[in-house]
RNA sequence: GCCGGGAUGGCGGAAUUGGUAGACGCCUGGGACUUAAAAUCCCAUGUCCUUUAUGGGCGUGUCGGUUCGAGUCCGACUCCCGGCACCA
């Protein structure tokens, strides 16, 4: 073969033609849903897109050749920030860049033989398509599930524009590098925290989904089970009657005689109304401002260290022992967890521990670590674990379980305390001050207030004529002709929502919307979706294991109990792969360090570029790109096409299996097993190994040989080099039909049992011998094989203490 | 800062359950074939020592532990990557 371009343009024409990947969806018998994570429509696809797409086109061939009714649709999660982006610098319109961009994609996709059921194809930024996500809001709002309040955003004053987190660079704006500020502003949100313990309980059914996965969700819910404890507010000029408390929550109650602050969030609302008591008012205002977040990212609060000021004039008083302890603002305490404020236990909490020892503030034993590890709080670490008490008057003695209880119980007898359990998880803001994005469908009426968009006015339309200012800001709300409406209920002059949704709300459904992507009159079809869902295997990024795969799970619990779907998680099995890394960082086209397969696929052919991605690294992990070893993958294809001009003739599959000569049959039928095994678990690099090594065996064999060997390779082969092994199969091997309807080749084991065992013999532990034995003789026979074994003398120089012996295997001496 | 993951030759990686560390491929060196080149085939290729036949020591990020036996399990640490709620 040396034009790759002709002959496998001929083969995808060629599965188009037999509709190779569309799936009959009618008959959902022996079904398998093989979903990959649509992709945003960038430019130019490269190496690091190509890993992800073959990983999945490898797994979809397989499944098509095991038998399997197949469906594997793709799609374009086509709404978002660069492309709005792109439209401001430059002036070209997201929906024209878009469509380029999808234009781009499908015929790299195309070349790289990677299929997919195209007659399913969706576009989130079609109104097709977001009518129904706006439909999904509404039916969320109904619910109660969909409501408004104030929220901040990174805001900057010179182009007048809401920035994103990414945007915000070291707290300046990446356009101008202006001083980012934050803004209020009312918001659409939604209350996923009314699934948090079914998101979190649901976990433990997600047998086949990685573990790391299932952690860091796990983690991010962040379930604790606490006391919310009361700490009463004493000053001097404070009267008794109008007590002012503050709320701290805590894990840890048992800790409590340990307190020796309290900290506050800047933003805790107790600030503004003890204003009048506190001495350093100026102080405590003047820091507030200055640590006013420049961004509303965590990772930028939490990363910094960690700074506070005293509160001069009032003080907190510990309901556990009524000592009076002092009240700090700091800037590590977040207003959105908890209660804005925490209990400050510097003795056994890290972070307090360093902020303590900074500020000079008593640290307070109060548990004792259990014997055999003394951890007294050194000069350089809090205790965190637990322990029994100490310092804590009549809980003395006690367990840290036992302490939690009681002290908790005392507390609330008195009513200062009161049990909880905490989510870290917050509820979702969907609002974005943006253009490309789908309208959020809800009309402000002077009149009657709030209201959602009747469902039979859907879709609201971005319009698509609008200004794209260098500035950025949202085009949508200058569009009077978009924001000016009246009112579904009253008829008077209204406005609608200028906002758009968060491109994730997009994401968390469209896995429904496959199976009739044409409806007209539902957003997904409840009876094809019950019978086709969930998805087998779904496949993407572990960028994604977090927000889109908790948002997707959330939304589809919602849809379950509108009974809308008749199953509970949307995702039965998951596979994350890893990422494709150049010079240290993952591949990107901001990060200017992208490869794109354009030129390797010239030379060498798309499946020698397929195979070698799929080779270089198992597909879960990230792997470094090196288009060097490309060249290996082209000559081992080359290989196999010589092997194919010298097999002979006919006869059929049977007669020759029975044939074949026992060695090769053996290694044949070990490979089989080998490369099946290695595709269940995703190990696509040592399938391919394992076939070359078969290859390499058949390559030193006398030739001619029969049909079988190479008939096997070329089917276990096929799923990774599509063109190739089409052509070998249907016009070198002149079978007829294409290689992907021949069932996936079975083994026998009866066939790879060798008859003899190869014995590792050590001493102490260290490799001496090996030896050839009877397979399954007894212990007793193959030690004293090994005993007598003359190149073993040498090393038994002291008496022999113990002899270990797995059998068929290993045979350890300790002398 | 917090959560999750990773580290094995010159390079990508293999070792699936604690049992021969380095499969397979790349790079590099040597040889065969050839008028020559390409292609192909063969050999070598962790490292050090003794050199020559055998061999032996060391070696899976660092330090320590468990075990007859540790890349794999446990503890502490270092560095790198992903996520941290408006990139998707």
Redesign the pocket.
């Known amino acids: 073969m040396n034009n790759y371009s002709d002959i496998e343009k001929r083969w995808q024409n060629y599965w188009d033609k037999i509709k190779l990947f569309e799936p009959d969806l009618k008959n959902s018998e022996h079904k398998y849903y093989c979903l990959m994570?649509f992709?945003?429509p960038s430019a130019a696809l490269h190496i690091g897109h190509m890993r992800n797409y073959t990983l999945g086109d490898t797994l979809a061939r397989y499944k098509i050749m095991q038998g399997f009714n197949l469906f594997t649709p793709m799609g374009w999660?086509?709404?978002?920030?660069?492309a709005?982006n792109a439209a401001i610098k430059d002036g070209i319109h997201p929906a024209e860049s878009t469509a380029k961009n999808i234009a781009t994609m499908k015929k790299q996709l195309r070349e790289w033989g990677v299929g997919y059921a195209w007659s399913k194809e969706i576009n989130s930024s079609s109104p097709e398509y977001y009518k129904w996500t706006q439909w999904l809001f509404l039916q969320l709002y109904k619910k109660g599930l969909a409501y408004r309040k104030k929220?901040k955003?990174?805001f900057c004053p010179s182009c007048q524009t809401?920035?994103?987190?990414?945007?915000?660079i070291e707290g300046k704006c990446e356009r101008c590098s202006t001083a980012v500020v934050q803004k209020e502003?009312e918001?659409w949100f939604l209350k996923?925290t009314a699934y948090a313990e079914r998101l979190l309980e649901d976990l433990n059914t997600l047998t086949k989904w990685p573990?790391?996965?299932k952690?860091?969700q796990?983690?991010?819910i962040?379930r604790s089970e606490g006391a919310e404890v009361k700490f009463k507010i004493k000053n001097a000029k404070l009267a008794m009657q109008n007590e002012e408390f503050i709320k701290v929550f805590t894990t840890r109650p048992d800790t409590l005689f340990g307190c020796t602050y309290l900290a506050l969030s800047t933003e805790h609302p107790i600030i503004e109304k003890l204003k009048s008591k506190i001495e350093n008012r100026k102080e405590i205002e003047k820091y507030i401002k200055e640590t006013k977040r420049q961004s509303?990212?965590?990772?930028?609060?939490?990363?910094?260290e960690k700074s506070g000021v005293e509160i001069k004039g009032v003080k907190a008083i510990n309901p556990v022992n009524n000592q009076k302890i002092p009240i700090w603002v700091v800037d590590?305490v977040l207003m959105?967890?908890g209660t804005g404020a925490i209990m400050a236990v510097p003795a056994h909490d890290?972070?307090d521990f360093e902020f303590a020892k900074k500020y000079n503030l008593p640290i307070r034993q109060v548990i004792k670590a259990p014997s055999p590890k003394p951890q007294a709080p050194s000069p350089k670490r809090a205790y965190e674990g637990e322990g029994a008490l100490i310092n804590s008057e009549k809980y003395n003695g006690l367990s840290s379980q036992e302490a939690k209880e009681k002290i908790t119980a005392d507390l609330q007898k008195k009513g200062l305390a009161e049990k909880k359990v905490l989510y870290?998880?917050?509820?979702?803001?969907?609002?974005?001050?943006?253009y490309?994005?789908t309208p959020i469908p809800i009309i402000y009426c002077p009149k009657c207030g709030t209201l959602p968009l009747p469902g039979k006015d859907l879709p609201v339309v971005l319009p698509r004529d609008v200004q794209f200012k260098p500035g950025g800001e949202s085009p949508l709300k200058r569009k009077s002709n978009f924001i000016q409406t009246t009112c579904p209920k009253c008829g008077s002059l209204a406005r609608r929502e200028a906002?758009t949704m968060?491109?994730?709300i997009?994401?968390s459904w469209y896995y429904l919307r496959y199976l009739s992507p044409q409806d007209k009159k539902d957003a997904f079809n409840s009876s094809l979706v019950n019978r086709w869902l969930p998805v087998n295997q779904y496949i993407g990024?572990?960028?994604?294991?977090?927000?889109?795969l908790l948002y997707a799970r959330f939304i589809n619990k919602f849809l379950y109990d509108c009974e809308f779907v008749n199953f509970n998680e949307p995702f039965t099995s998951l596979f994350t792969q890893g990422?494709v890394?150049k010079d240290?960082?993952?591949m990107?086209k901001s990060k200017g360090n992208v490869v794109y397969p354009d030129t390797l696929i010239e030379k060498y052919g798309a499946d020698a570029v397929r195979l070698?991605i799929l080779?270089?690294?198992?597909p879960g992990?990230?792997?470094?790109w090196?288009s060097?070893?490309v060249?290996?993958?082209?000559?081992?294809l080359?290989?196999v096409e010589?092997i194919g001009l010298r097999v002979e003739g006919g006869g059929k599959r049977k007669e020759r299996e029975q044939k074949i000569e026992k060695n090769l049959q053996r290694e044949i039928h070990k490979t089989i097993k080998?490369v099946t095994?290695?595709m269940e678990?995703f190990?696509f690099?040592?399938a391919?190994?394992?076939i070359?090594?078969l290859?390499?065996y058949l390559?030193?064999f006398p030739f001619p040989v029969s049909r079988f060997p190479l008939e096997t390779i070329i089917l276990l082969l096929a799923p990774f080099a599509p063109h190739f092994c089409e052509e070998i199969w249907q016009n070198v091997l002149k079978n007829k039909g294409s290689v992907f309807k021949h069932p996936w080749p079975r083994y026998e084991s009866r066939f790879i049992q060798p008859e003899k065992a190869?014995i590792?013999v050590?001493v102490?532990?260290?490799?001496?011998a090996?030896i050839e034995v009877e397979r399954d003789i007894s212990e007793k026979e193959l030690k004293e094989l090994v005993l007598k074994e003359e190149?073993l003398k040498?090393?038994l120089t002291k008496p022999i203490?113990?002899i270990?012996v797995?059998p068929n295997?290993?045979v350890?001496i300790?002398i």
């Open positions: 994570m992709p945003y999660d086509a709404f978002g920030l660069p709005e929220a955003v990174n809401v920035l994103a987190n990414e945007q915000v502003l918001q996923i573990e790391k996965v952690t860091m796990k983690n991010w962040g509303i990212s965590t990772r930028d609060i939490l990363g910094k590590y959105e967890y890290q972070r870290r998880l917050r509820d979702w803001l969907i609002s974005r001050q943006r490309w994005g906002d968060d491109t994730f997009d994401s990024g572990v960028e994604h294991a977090i927000m889109h990422m890394i240290g960082l993952k990107s070698y080779f270089i690294a198992p992990k990230d792997v470094e090196n060097e070893g060249a290996g993958m082209w000559r081992f080359k290989k010589r080998k095994e290695d678990r190990h690099n040592t391919i190994s394992s070359m090594e290859v390499n390559s030193r190869l590792i050590q102490n532990g260290k490799l001496r090996k190149q040498k090393w203490k113990k270990v797995v295997q290993i350890n300790v």
